[in-house]
């Protein structure tokens, strides 16, 4: 059973900058595709971007391309979330997820943390 622990999330200007991580436990890191999504009040959650098991693939949701920036360490079984430039409508809850399966940026995966609250204001 994999479990998923985000931190960082926290309060920030416009134009500031966070880095989230997402600690795996249970099962080695490099076992599975790993995603961050993210879902704002009263919005359906919406992929931000992925990455591959050995993290030499990665994508980025469009609109946040150039913005955020998806990582991973397996020596230290930790998947991040750089987010640049942030603006007010990036303010959701920040989900990690887990598959062995490559689902992308579609909310498909099997195991997800409980999430990181970001706020951003103007």
């Known amino acids: 059973q994999v479990q998923l622990v985000e931190s960082g999330g926290g309060s920030v200007q416009a134009g500031g900058s966070l880095r989230l991580s997402c600690a795996v436990s249970g099962d080695t890191g490099s076992n599975y595709y790993m995603g961050w999504f993210r879902q704002a009040p009263g919005k359906e959650r919406e992929g931000v971007a992925d990455?591959?098991?050995?993290?030499?693939?990665?994508s980025t949701a469009g609109s946040l391309k150039g913005r955020f920036t998806i990582s991973r360490d397996n020596a230290k079984n930790i998947v991040y979330l750089q987010m640049n430039s942030l603006e007010p409508e990036d303010t959701a809850m920040y989900y990690c997820?887990?598959?062995?399966?490559?689902?992308?940026?579609?909310?498909?995966?099997?195991?997800w943390g409980q999430g990181t609250q970001v706020t951003v204001s103007s």
């Open positions: 997820a887990a598959d062995r399966v490559r689902f992308g940026l579609l909310p498909r995966y099997r195991y």
């Open positions: 990455i591959s098991p050995g993290g030499s693939s990665t």
